[in-house]
């Protein structure tokens, strides 16, 4: 008894660590409405990963709001170059002299009534500096910022849908081990009872027989209601309702053990990784935005205006006293250059050199944050590559723990059956058989995801390492 305890809480780590794994908040992935589960009408939909993989990345909703923040960085970049566009401005005015005006006529001097004002102005004005060029690379490089944001966030998500992908179906594996042990349960009561009643043996080894499989029976449901809501999350993750049933295409978990070079590795993930790539990117952008600064308080500026500002005046109301003096028209304008040139920057106390100095040591933190990511990766890629090859070590011996465990299950389910060990003998070997199963199992899993993680962190894509392991089958049953 004391060894099938044992085996029940590995079954529950193992079980819990998967289901940690997997359990992943799916609150930012879009769904449509969720019908209450009374009324809604369940089908199975049978789904492959990399069908699983494109949902997930059309529906999540935390990508989406990242397109539309690239879409408006790209329209920036597109339009970057109407810095060089003229500001425009019209402006048209009606007014009233307050006092009158005088004009002679030979001998006489007439006194004019206050004259009615017409003007209009137009004026064109554009300033250039060295860093207007700098500011449309730098709207490119943040443009290209985004994109690169974009595709990490979106190759998060593939990494985490394949690894819940693969969580769901060793879940599965683990519910069929079960069910197996529980079917060979119920062919030992059978034996015991036959036993029993032929006199072989006492009442209490069919009592024990029956204990050991109703003792599974909770087991089962646990897993089962486990199974169940993980695949609840799962289609969460996809954007489908949360009661969607799923029928995941199987994946051939037989392991294809692939040679790896832990310096090349190393070196594609200091290059390739997407957290990397946005470091770098960000330091790119900092650096342009610091050169920007610069030309904006060290060069000139040019400033080119034109106006035009015609004025129209006279009477309003046609007075015929005044026939003479009704809208005479004068214009006026001019085309001019300014050179400006600020000194502010030149001062070591003032704002704008402190503002430069805030951008030297925020270039100097990211790119230690960048040698900070470069050390992680490469700790990342060896740790990774150690744990498959214990992995690998592992599923070899334990490939030849589960043959000798299955034989040895058989031989003491026959002897059992002709009265020459006890059940508990049969229980034993049937608990071993089922922990060699799991733990050969749980290996797959570790080798595949372990593939899955390394893929990711050199930045290439899925598939390319894992294709030997990553292959869907037709399922047997």
């Keep these: 008894m004391k060894r099938r305890r044992t085996a029940s809480v590995q079954y529950a780590y193992v ?25 809604s009408t369940v089908e199975t939909r049978r789904i492959s990963l990399e069908e699983a993989v494109a949902l997930a990345v059309k529906n999540n909703l935390s990508l989406q709001s990242s397109a539309v923040s690239v879409d408006t960085k790209k329209r920036k970049q597109d339009t970057a170059w109407n810095v060089f566009i003229p500001t425009a401005d019209i402006r048209g005015t009606i007014g009233r002299q307050n006092i009158g005006t005088t004009q002679t006529v030979g001998p006489m001097t007439i006194e004019l009534d206050p004259m009615w004002l017409i003007q209009g102005n137009l004026s064109l004005s554009l300033q250039l500096n060295a860093a207007v060029f700098e500011d449309i ?26 690894k819940a992908y693969y969580n769901i179906l060793l879940v599965r594996e683990n519910i069929t081990l079960k069910q197996e042990s529980y079917a060979a349960a119920e062919r030992q009561e059978t034996t015991a009872r036959a036993n029993y009643r032929a006199g072989l043996v006492p009442e209490l080894s069919l009592l024990q027989a029956q204990v050991a499989k109703e003792n599974l029976k909770p087991e089962i449901d646990e897993l089962e209601n486990n199974y169940k809501m993980l695949l609840a999350n799962f289609a969460l993750y996809v954007g489908m309702p949360y009661d969607t049933v799923f029928e995941l295409e199987p994946l051939d978990i037989s392991v294809d053990f692939i040679a790896m070079d832990i310096k090349n590795l190393i070196n594609q993930a200091a290059n390739g990784k997407p957290d990397i790539l946005e470091i770098k990117q960000q330091i ?35 007075n015929p006293q005044f026939e003479s003096n009704i809208w005479k028209a004068q214009s006026s304008g001019m085309f001019s250059f300014t050179l400006a040139f600020r000194l502010n920057g030149f001062l070591p106390w003032g704002t704008e050199r402190q503002g430069l100095k805030d951008l030297d040591n925020g270039i100097k933190t990211a790119n230690i944050g960048l040698a900070q990511a470069v050390q992680g990766a490469e700790m990342e890629v060896y740790n990774t590559i150690l744990s498959l090859r214990k992995a690998q070590v ?10 000798l465990a299955e034989r040895s299950y058989r031989a003491t389910e026959q002897a059992y059956g002709a009265g020459l060990q006890s059940l508990l003998d049969v229980q034993n070997a049937r608990d071993q058989l089922s922990q060699s199963r799991l733990g050969l199992l749980a290996q ?6 372990g593939l899955i993680d390394l893929e990711y962190v050199t930045g290439v894509p899925f598939g390319t390492l894992s294709s030997a392991v990553d292959q869907t089958v037709e399922s047997e049953k």
């Design 15 to 39: 079980l819990l660590f998967l289901q940690t794994v997997c359990l992943q908040p799916a609150h930012v992935f879009g769904q449509e409405d969720v019908p209450d589960s009374s009324e």
């Design 394 to 403: 592992s599923i070899e011996a334990l490939q030849k723990t589960v043959d």
């Design 137 to 162: 690379k730098n709207t490119k490089l943040d443009y290209e910022s985004g994109l690169i944001s974009f595709a990490k966030a979106k190759t998060q998500l593939e990494r985490d849908i394949r």
């Design 284 to 318: 790119r952008l900092l650096e342009s935005t610091r050169k920007k600064t610069w030309y904006q308080l060290y060069t000139p500026t040019l400033s080119l205006s034109w106006n035009m500002d015609p004025t129209w005046h006279g009477d309003l109301f046609n």
């Design 444 to 449: 797959h899993y570790t080798y595949m995801l």
